[in-house]
């Protein structure tokens, strides 16, 4: 059954997100997942929704989420203290 990840955070710089986001596609495609998607609401409000085969896959890919949160953290592209992840499985799809 698939499952997701969704992370809500604050993005104080929301184009060096993406940047650094973007710097590590080669590593974010040789995970294991269906889709990530950063998407940026307004104000600096984000979330990156990424959707996973199965739970084996989501937990095998959370070291590379964790490097990929660190590096936009170090970076001061999100505020890490507004970092706030969440994950649940699909009950129904239309």
Known sequence: MAVYRITRFKAL????AAEIGESMRDMLE????EF??????GNGDCVVVAKYPDQA??????DTAKMAFGKMIE???VDGSSVKPETGEVLMSF
């Open 13 to 16: 710089d929301v184009e060096k």
């Open 30 to 33: 040789n995970i294991d997942s």
């Open 36 to 41: 990530i998607d950063m998407v940026s609401y």
């Open 57 to 62: 896959a989501m937990d095998a890919a959370t």
């Open 75 to 77: 970076a001061g592209a």
